[in-house]
């Protein structure tokens, strides 16, 4: 079982950085691959990234590929995603969760076993 806790949400301008950091727990959080989903209110929550459990392995929605980077720290058990040329639409509640490794990427968000509470990003035009 893991559990995770995001943190670094935060305001901040169109053209922005914000670095989004996911902490999990367990001894086994290597074997689980990772995701950033994002949700605004009264829609459905959207994929954003995903790594695999060693690392090897990206994947990017096509909104965020050249401006986001997700990577993870297994020693540290903590996964990241960077945001760079923050736009207004990437206005969201980014949530962090943890999948148990199988086929990558894993996209959708019932495929995700564990997910933390959330944090709050919010960009200005």
């Known amino acids: 079982q893991v559990q995770v806790v995001e943190s670094g949400g935060g305001f901040v301008q169109a053209g922005g950085s914000l670095r989004l950091s996911c902490l999990g727990s367990?001894?086994?959080?290597?074997?689980?691959?990772m995701g950033w989903f994002r949700q605004v209110p009264g829609k459905e929550r959207e994929f954003v990234a995903a790594?695999?459990?060693?690392?090897?392995?990206?994947s990017y929605a096509d909104s965020v590929k050249g401006r986001f980077t997700i990577s993870r720290d297994n020693a540290k058990k903590t996964v990241y995603l960077q945001m760079n040329s923050l736009k207004a639409d990437d206005t969201a509640v980014y949530y962090c969760?943890?999948?148990?490794?199988?086929?990558?990427?894993?996209?959708?968000?019932?495929?995700?076993?564990?997910w933390g509470q959330g944090t709050q990003v919010t960009v200005s035009s």
């Open positions: 969760a943890a999948a148990p490794v199988g086929k990558f990427p894993q996209t959708g968000a019932l495929l995700y076993d564990y």
């Open positions: 367990g001894r086994t959080f290597s074997t689980y691959n």
């Open positions: 790594i695999s459990g060693g690392g090897a392995l990206t």
